[in-house]
């Protein structure tokens, strides 16, 4: 039976539990659809959807539009995440409110129950082989880590198949650094994440759909908002023309 949030009180409640004495990191990822698996953009589509070639046409498009050209691929995979184009990333969270408001924040599934995912990205990774005996050890896309997880070297080597991996990248712009945001990176196996783990690494929460309304209005309580996730003008005009409703 997966864990009911009804209230931050609970949720509070529900994760001195899980967590207890654990002392690595942990992440959060929140859902809009309690059934939803944890599978990356890029993975689903029914049809054959090539990485490479949506880094080639976002490069044509975006080459005069940022204002610093990313260094390596990495980095553009990164920026193609932000921009919503499809990527084998997942965003996380090291934020449980961030996580929960992006679980309910959508009010067109409200008519479904939600889910709150935690993560511990430490043990995610030992499943990849990744140990080290260093506390709270993540490695970032600048890592020899992960040099089998970019785009040139999965392509080249269509029979190596790894499990996904947590990473951590540099938060060079407002939004991620708001978001306190956080990633996993698939390689060639499709299987959604949940699938590679057990309880161990990642707990599922259900959120049910008569209690959005409530967390809602909590997480507003607390200045949980568009604006605190986006810091962006947009954000700003969105908030006043709810106020105005």
């Known amino acids: 039976m997966n864990k009911e949030i009804n209230s931050l009180s609970e949720l509070i409640t529900i994760l001195k539990e899980d967590i207890g004495t654990y002392s690595e990191d942990v992440w959060f990822r929140g859902q809009d659809c309690f059934d939803w698996q944890l599978t990356p953009g890029l993975f689903r589509y029914t049809t054959e959807v090539s990485e490479t070639s949506l880094l080639t046409r976002f490069k044509q498009s975006a080459s005069l539009l940022i204002d610093t050209s990313p260094k390596d691929d990495f980095d553009w ?10 990527t084998r990333l997942l965003d996380w969270s090291e934020s449980p409110l961030t996580s929960l408001y992006f679980a309910i924040s ?5 008519d479904k129950d939600s889910a709150l995912w935690m993560l511990k990205p430490i043990e995610l990774n030992k499943l990849a082989n990744i140990k080290t005996t260093e506390k709270n050890y993540i490695p970032s ?10 785009i040139q070297n999965v392509n080249s080597n269509k029979k190596l198949e790894m499990s996904p991996v947590a990473t951590i990248a540099t ?5 991620i650094q708001a978001q306190l945001g956080v990633f996993t990176i ?7 994440l ?3 783990c057990s309880n161990k690494e990642i707990i599922k929460y259900l959120i049910p759909k008569v209690s959005k309304s ?8 607390l200045s949980v908002n568009k604006f605190s996730l986006f810091p962006e003008l947009s954000s700003i005009g969105e908030i006043l023309k709810k106020k105005l409703s």
């Not at 995979?77 to 499809?86: C, E, K, N, T």
């Not at 938060?171 to 939004?175: T, V």
């Not at 698939?186 to 959604?192: E, F, G, I, R, S």
């Open 194 to 196: 949940d699938e590679f």
């Open 106 to 110: 959508d009010e067109e599934h409200d």
């Open 141 to 150: 896309f600048d890592d020899e880590y992960l040099t089998n997880y970019n």
């Open 186 to 192: 698939h390689h060639l196996d499709k299987k959604p």
């Open 214 to 221: 409530l967390l809602r209005k909590e997480l507003d309580l």
């Open 77 to 86: 995979l990164f920026l193609m995440q932000h921009y919503g184009v499809p």
């Open 171 to 175: 938060r060079n712009n407002s939004r």
